[in-house]
């Protein structure tokens, strides 16, 4: 079968406001982004996933659109971005806008008019209910972003109602039982396909459908949940009635021609992903799930990669696609979180880079992950910016943590981590901007930056270069069967992937000692020619030994 144009792709978010900035107010805007396509180019990606770049109070970020027919003002406006538009298409780069359906900015126009009165025309744009006898809440829903008394309901006094907002009090939730939103939305993203942009990220997109009436969750509290608000997923993520509303989207829109549309899935799991990605149910095209990688927890080992992508490689046998990735604006740095900050930083950021590209599915790099930017730790509170962050650290210090435990706590897990501005080089706020950057940047730009990683021939840059290269030249790595080997080992991971033509065999030791390597018949006896590795100075030969910390090679087999 003829593959879609995204099926081959190499994704690469680029976070507008932390990327290049061209006029020295301190963000990142869209001439800085024209400025550095020619070096996206010459890593080799074939598709931008901007991260909401319309106009917006920024109380998330851009996440809370107060228009979505317009481009920021602070990062350019319809003609820039038309102008990075057709750079891009000319240079091979496909460009796709993250899209915001599940709630707007309360500065939108259409939550101005909603607020006023209750037979304004906008009124049900939004979910507004009336306060409880006691002028309490409709009910114990808590909001993801902790802010206010912690509920998801916000009491408006203009409209003597409550509103909800499963994010931050400015964000509130759009009604997608309202068929004027709906048809109004459609004609939004029809507007931006005429446009010429190739798809949409969509924003939490399991969270549209609202369980019905409303009920108390009946689950109990968290630690950082307030005032007996409770953050209960189940209440609007994959709610039954999502797909209806997936449906319509393809029909109105999505489903045009050369569209791609990959869905943030929250809720969504290896076990449900077809009910959303299967091509026959013509609603999303793809995926990107939380099962590897989640800020809040833990670190991956080999066992968990290797049960994860099993598991996601029977959902693409049935053609089903997701994005492997292990970070975002939303997480934390992957070397940091998932490999080895200190003498293995570089391996191991290969090593991860080399996993998350010959896995099947389509690979989506964040911004400075290809240099091996690292979290970073400010000293105060003041420093953070995400609303994950800092509400949080209010709760923690209301229930009785110190200021310097509750910071410990909450910064580890920051969003800011992966937010500090892109490390262009070793001068002053490392090359993103001559004004005050928005956000401090990580202090290790000297040590950590493009400039440097281009200089190098062994960089980090320069491995990604080869990793891309290697989905445009090998069919492979786009389409090849995924099998395991040495499943029980605790380091080490083996795989390979064949396609009629060819078979490549990755094999990664994913963790900080060296590994034995003990290679089952049937690979040791096939000849094999080393193509990538990020430890040059072993044997390039195919063979049982001890592997290096954090080692990693694709071999192509001959049988
Ligand atoms: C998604 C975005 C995140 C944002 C949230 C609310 O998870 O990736 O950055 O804060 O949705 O829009």
Redesign the pocket.
Known sequence: MERKWWQEAVGYEIYCKSFCDSDGDGLGDLRGVISKLPVLKELGITCIWFAPIYASPQA?NG?DVADYESIEPAYGDLTVFKELLDTAHSMGIRVIMDM?L??SSDEHRWFRESRKSKDNPYRNYYIWQPPKADGSEPNNWGGYFNEGNGSAWQYDEMAGEYYLHQ?GIK?PDLNWEYRPLREDIYKMLNFWLDFGVDGFRL??ISRLKKMPGFPDSKKEPAKTDRNGFVIDRSMCTDVEGIHDILRELNERAFGREDCMTMG?G?GITSANALNYIAPERKELDCVYHFELASRTRPAICAADFRSVQKRWAEVWKKGGWSIQYLS???SRRQVSHHGEDGIYRTRSAKLLATLLHTSPGIPFIYQGEEIGMVDVRFDSIEDYNC?YTVGPYRALVENGYSPEDALAEVAVKS?DNARTPYQWDDSENAGFTKGKPWLKVNPRYREINLKKDLAAPDSIFRYYQKLIALRHLHPAVVEGELSFYLEDHPQILCYTRSCEAETLLVIANFGPTEAELSLPEKLSSCRAERILTNCPETAPNLESRTLLPWEAAVYRLEA
């Open positions: 998330d996440y915001v599940n709630h994010y964000m924003d939490v943030e929250a975002n604006h939303d609303c969003r």
